[in-house]
């Protein structure tokens, strides 16, 4: 389907900046934390809970989001997500207790959950299809500049707007974005709604069993489960405090550290992308040799003896940055396994990933965390964030099995020739 460029790209703009601003609120707590736990007083494990439950919500709305996606299109999901978001920052800024804190950050979760497989689907439908992997790692990457707002500029107002100004100020954005996905965005070229077909619930299993069964898909998710965890536990939560803590770094020191992961990851993406495009048959090979990397540079960092040196810790966050446009080539596995129908579903098992994973090391990381520095948040030593980051093993394990062994299915059902003869041309 061809559409107008100038029109495509608007369409994208509106669905980008809603992404943006979902990154934004999902990331604001990462500068947070420490401020967190003396508004609530709180511990490490229960600030933990806070992105737990986020990611939580986030991963368990995937697929009935995808499923959402197919029937009642993009503009009225990402205008509804919209509005969540707004609701849900506003009631963020506005809690005292713990309790109403921990059930703002739920729908938060769920508003966020609403916004990226959106936005894949608008790329689908609005671009050619030879630009769709690079327009979709634009889309992550781009997007991650809300973590750069949630990390500098968030870090300045918590500082001198206070709590709840700052947090109102960020939700108040929505508002906006909201009339503009009303007035600007379209489902396709010419249909400002697209539905799909109502869904029995036998039908609704019968797809995701067949785009469960596809080893694509398994591998599209693996993919996404191994590359993205490192990234999206220091830039939502832990960053912060293990550097501060953790390495004896300044706040602002440690700001800027967070901002470096998003700066690899916006020079990455697009690499990542035209790469993904020109080597279709090797996207499983990128994705262990990433992850790899990412695995020796925290080795190195860990290991270090005392504080790591500034210099080390500025190449952890550039290779750790790298894994969440690494996240997106599981997307494009999908995208190629699935029939369109199935896409946005697809989408939402593979995004489960990785999401999953973030939040399994969230709360392991806290959990250790109590458990090496009891009864004080105040003195997380060195010592007990190196045993809190060394989680991560187990699940690169785990990941790098899983996606050497899907790899192997993938390549078993899918034909080289046709991979690399179709999709050079076409995207």
């Known amino acids: 389907m061809t559409a107008t460029p100038r029109r495509a790209y608007v369409v994208w703009a509106v669905g980008l900046l809603v992404y943006l601003l979902a990154v934004f609120h999902r990331s604001s707590l990462a500068v947070a934390g420490l401020a967190a736990t003396d508004r609530f007083d709180i511990s490490a494990s229960q600030l933990a809970t806070f992105t737990m439950l986020q990611l939580l919500v986030y991963a368990g709305m995937q697929i009935p989001v995808g499923l959402m996606v197919d029937r009642f299109g993009s503009r009225s999901v990402l205008l509804g997500g919209t509005v969540l978001l707004t609701v849900a920052q506003s009631g963020f800024a506005l809690a005292e207790t713990y309790p109403l804190a921990l059930l703002a950050r739920v729908f938060v979760g769920m508003g966020d959950a609403m916004t990226f497989i959106c936005v894949l689907r608008l790329v689908s439908t609005w671009f050619p299809t030879r630009r769709i992997p690079l327009v979709t790692q634009l889309t992550g990457t781009l997007g991650q500049l809300g973590a750069v707002a ?26 906006v974005l909201a009339v503009a996905v009303l007035l600007l965005l379209q489902d396709a070229p010419g249909a400002r709604h697209v539905r799909g077909p109502s869904l029995s619930l036998g039908a609704v299993r019968d797809s995701l069993a067949a785009s469960w069964s596809h080893p694509g898909t398994r591998l599209g998710f ?45 020079f990455s993406g697009p690499v990542l992308g035209w790469l993904i495009g020109a080597h279709p048959w090797h996207r499983s090979t990128m994705v262990l040799t990433i992850v790899s990397t990412i695995v020796a540079a925290w080795t190195v960092v860990l290991a270090w003896p005392g504080h790591a040196p500034l210099w080390l810790l500025v190449v952890l966050v550039l290779v750790v940055g790298v894994g969440g446009p690494a996240s997106m080539i599981g997307f494009d596995v999908g995208r190629t396994s699935n029939p369109s129908e199935r896409f946005a579903s697809a989408s939402g098992i593979i995004n489960q990933g990785g999401f999953i994973a973030s939040l399994v090391l969230v709360v392991v990381i806290g959990l250790i965390l109590d458990w090496r520095t009891p009864g004080d948040s105040t003195a997380y030593t060195p010592s007990a964030f190196r045993w809190a980051m060394s989680a991560q093993y187990a699940l690169w394990a785990l990941g790098l099995l899983q996606v050497w062994r899907y790899r192997r299915r993938t390549r078993a059902v899918v034909s080289r020739d046709e991979l690399e003869g179709v999709l050079p041309a076409t995207v």
């Open 150 to 175: 949630a990390a500098v500029p968030m870090t300045w107002a918590l500082g001198h707007l206070g709590w709840t100004r700052a947090y109102l100020i960020a939700a108040s954005i929505g508002v």
């Open 222 to 266: 693996w993919m996404h489960f191994s590359t993205q965890f490192s990234a999206t536990t220091l830039a939502l939560l832990w960053g912060y405090p293990f550097f501060v803590r953790g390495e004896g770094l300044s706040p602002s020191a440690a700001g800027a550290l967070l901002t470096t992961i998003v700066v690899a990851i916006m």
